[in-house]
């Protein structure tokens, strides 16, 4: 896995970044900045991050978790298909997750949109953002705190968008421009159908445009295969409706 470096306020963040494989020097395409899901940055957020580029944007996923972990300290040692190791490998990864505060985490991400849109191959233009998991928080934020920037925002299996909490990430949706597509786990704990009304609600108030499914039988964690909760019919719906609204919303 190839990774690149990037400079933040709190110091060096490792990510990958994508080209499209049929980049020629001196093109440029629009940017897409990846949220990553809770596990880290490995190779199955390279393949995801690559198959996006491969539709013809320049590709950003960075190690949100930067501040207490490199990606070689905090990706699984084990395989997390087999039973049981998915489990045993979150509590590892809480003191990260504990760690990246709202405040935290928006100063990253307006460091990260500063990155990707000084890369030469980067197109001038909107850019979009996708995340998973956690990452869906990210991304949803990202989009109040860059309107200008981010055009379109895919959150998956995203956890804990609706809270009671003054930070929500639904609340950024007040000040956000984007389009968004929504595809979440169905019976998910971490989002369960009253809080998928409420993002919907408001989405509705901020008056934008969106789409806020639940897929049914799909389990959180379903775009993930390299772990047990892949499900291959939910995440390839993903891959659809996300790549319909990068294309939409980014090339116009």
Known sequence: ???ISLTTPAGT?????????DHQEGQTHPGVLFFMDAIGIRPQIE??????????????????FYRTGSVEEIAPKADLREPGEREKFFPTIMPHMQALTADKSNEDTAAYVAALRAMPEVADGPMGTTGYCMGARLATRAAGNHPDDIAAVGGFHGGGLVTEDADSPHL????????FVYGHADQDQSM?????????????????TYSNEIYPGAPHGYS???????DEGAAERSFTELESLLGRTLHG
């Open 192 to 208: 369960p159908v009253e809080a998928v009304a409420k993002l919907g609600e408001a989405l509705s108030a901020a008056g934008l």
């Open 224 to 230: 993930m295969n390299d772990t047990s909760m892949y």
């Open 172 to 179: 950024s949706l007040a000040t956000a421009k984007a389009q």
């Open 1 to 3: 896995m190839s990774l």
């Open 13 to 21: 963040a490792e990510a990958v970044l994508a080209l499209p494989s």
């Open 47 to 64: 393949e995801m991050a690559q198959r996006i580029a491969d539709w013809g944007y320049v590709v950003l996923a960075p190690n949100v």
